[in-house]
T-cell receptor
């Protein structure tokens, strides 16, 4: 079956602009995760959803970051007023159930470049 | 705060050798541990998942062990092949405690198998 898909695959934007990243999880997966991978920081967890709710948003780097998930499926990660330090690969993952009892399956990522 | 360390950071070996990648974590109260591989410019591919109650998991030429009390895991790759060349990432999931529910990753071992 289809894996996790993300769009766009690449995004170049100017500092100060808003960007929206999209994630389509594997069908039937109730848990969805966002991560960020940057050269200096490695892979860091941002936020996870169980269904449409996100119990903990403390992993988001700043209040310029927000995420939502509607219909228990597609999720969007929005970054407002982008800064150069936001440049990274943003990865989405999904799993069958929450709490990670099941394997997390990752999408190919969105490479964000802020000029 | 959980910290995950992977040793070595890079490894280059001739084809056919057996090898061991090491992962250590500071907080033993984990829910599970996953090993991933990442190919350049690609997302993460899950290799093995070990629940906290398990000691090891095997898949083909791969064997992962977990010693939760000492905070260590190893990934054993038998009869290495050039196609095994990738970055191998170790990640742990913590028990819920009101904190983030995402994986905490190590910085990876960059593996090159020489033909």
């Amino acid at each position: 079956g289809a894996g996790v898909s993300q769009s766009p695959s690449n995004k170049v934007t100017e500092k100060g602009k808003d960007v929206e990243l999209r994630c389509d999880p594997i069908s039937g997966h109730t848990a969805l995760y966002w991560y960020r991978q940057s050269l200096g920081q490695g892979l860091e967890f941002l936020i996870y959803f169980q269904g449409n709710s996100a119990p903990d948003k403390s992993g988001l780097p700043s209040d310029r970051f927000s995420a939502e998930r509607t219909g228990g499926s597609v999720s969007t990660l929005t970054i407002q007023r982008t800064q150069q330090e936001d440049s990274a690969v943003y990865l989405c993952a999904s799993s069958l159930a929450t709490r990670g009892a099941d394997t997390q399956y990752f999408g190919p990522g969105t490479r964000l470049t802020v000029l | 705060k959980q910290e995950v360390t992977q040793i070595p950071a890079a490894l280059s070996v001739p084809e056919g050798e057996n090898l061991v990648l090491n992962c250590s974590f500071t907080d033993s109260a984990i829910y599970n541990l996953q090993w991933f591989r990442q190919d350049p410019g690609k997302g993460l591919t899950s290799l093995l998942l070990i629940q906290s109650s398990q000691r090891e998991q095997t898949s083909g030429r791969l064997n992962a062990s977990l010693d939760k009390s000492s905070g260590r895991s190893t990934l054993y790759i038998a009869a290495s092949q050039p196609g095994d060349s990738a970055t191998y990432l170790c990640a742990v999931l913590m028990y819920s405690g009101g904190g983030a529910d995402g994986l905490t990753f190590g910085k990876g071992t960059h593996l090159i198998i020489q033909p």
